[in-house]
């Protein structure tokens, strides 16, 4: 069975950083790419960023370019999400999310996902 578990999540003041950790379980880690994506409150969810299993190349969504990293460690199964310069509209739960696939699927195609963590910044 299929377990995605984030944490790392909590509050933090405008310009501070939090890492995100996603552990992945009941699949092929190294087999998959695996996204953040967050859904503020009144809001859609949107992809954040993603990472192939190669993590040969990254991809972001352009308000957190420079801010955020994504990265994974295929040897503990883990994904995380460095987030640094965070600000208020950064405040939402992150979830990660999983997809058996060689380059980055497109972020509606993925097919596991955790259950989230809440991130608040502050002002």
């Known amino acids: 069975q299929v377990h995605l578990v984030e944490s790392g999540g909590g509050l933090v003041q405008t310009g501070g950083s939090l890492r995100l950790s996603c552990a992945a379980s009941?699949?092929?880690?190294?087999?998959?790419?695996m996204g953040w994506f967050r859904q503020a409150p009144g809001k859609e969810r949107e992809f954040v960023a993603g990472i192939p299993w190669s993590a040969i190349t990254t991809s972001y969504t352009e308000s957190v370019k420079g801010r955020f990293t994504i990265s994974r460690d295929n040897a503990k199964n883990t994904v995380y999400l460095q987030m640094n310069s965070l600000k208020p509209e950064d405040t939402a739960v992150y979830y990660c999310a999983a997809k058996r696939s060689l380059g980055l699927p497109s972020p509606s195609d993925y097919d596991y996902w955790g259950q989230g963590t809440q991130v608040t910044v502050s002002s």
């Open positions: 009941g699949f092929t880690f190294r087999t998959y790419s």
